[in-house]
């Protein structure tokens, strides 16, 4: 079996002017965001992936966040259309790397659709149609991937992930603004309190969960629902509103 790939970028110098409301947004550390996201490829490598290193964006803010230019299935990658003007360009470099491995096509006007809305599950995918995904991008995506796609609307938010994301075994982690979502309903679901919602944005590689550090009721709920925990530390992607599921792209 091929080993697994994660491609990432490191944060670059425009980093600290990410599009993001955080209020701690105007702290934000490149130095500290790079240290951080050097000990998160040294995880992936741990757990037994292959890093492919894109070379630094020092003009883009948010190009560290690599999993919005692309959203990959099966042996195919549907490079994907901005939500935001100013993200475009992002993509090229990422599309330019799985050239080498994946059959790849854009989504094109007046698809809008990011990773980040993408929750990938065995047979099907999940998409929120959100501030930066449409029904369009969707519909691209699910012809190019060969994939059906279960379409959760929510105009009011940015991205999917950042509210519910899927473990394996039929677990999913959601904030509470989801747990009623009539859809879980098939899901053994684990909640997390307000007070940790940025916990519900989570990485899972076999079975172990990878979290944010600082949420110790989340990271016990994910424990005792049978999984390996490795918690890192995130505080300056939160500032610029990215996570972990943010920074890779695994295929």
Not at 131 to 160: C, Y
Not at 168 to 179: P, Q
Request: aromatic share 6%.
């Amino acid at each position: 079996m091929r080993q697994r790939l994660a491609l990432v970028r490191e944060p670059g110098a425009a980093f600290p002017r990410c599009i993001t409301s955080h209020p701690l947004r105007n702290s934000i550390s490149v130095s500290l965001a790079r240290t951080q996201h050097q000990n998160y490829c040294k995880t992936l490598v741990e757990l037994g992936l292959e890093v492919i290193y894109l070379p630094r964006d020092d003009e883009r803010p948010d190009s560290c966040f690599v999993e919005d230019n692309a959203v990959i299935h099966d042996k195919k990658a549907l490079i994907t259309r901005m939500g935001v003007l100013n993200r475009r360009g992002e993509e090229l470099a990422v599309e330019e790397a799985l050239n080498d491995y994946l059959k790849t096509k854009r989504a094109i006007s007046p698809a809008t659709i990011e990773g980040g809305d993408v929750i990938h599950l065995t047979d099907y995918l999940i998409c929120g149609v959100t501030q930066r995904t449409n029904t369009a991008g969707i519909s691209q995506m699910e012809k190019w991937l060969d994939v059906s796609v279960e379409k959760w609307p929510d105009p009011n938010i940015i991205h999917l992930k950042s509210y519910v994301t899927y473990l394996e075994n039929n677990v999913m982690i959601a904030t509470e603004k989801f747990i009623t979502n009539p859809r879980l309903k098939d899901f053994n679901i684990l909640v997390v309190e307000s007070d940790e919602s940025y916990a519900a944005n989570t990485l899972t590689i076999d079975n172990t969960v990878l979290m944010p550090k600082g949420f110790p009721k989340a990271q016990m709920m994910i424990h005792n629902a049978g999984f390996e925990v490795i918690s890192l530390e995130m505080s300056e992607f939160q500032k610029c509103e990215g996570a972990l599921t943010c920074l890779s792209l695994i295929f």
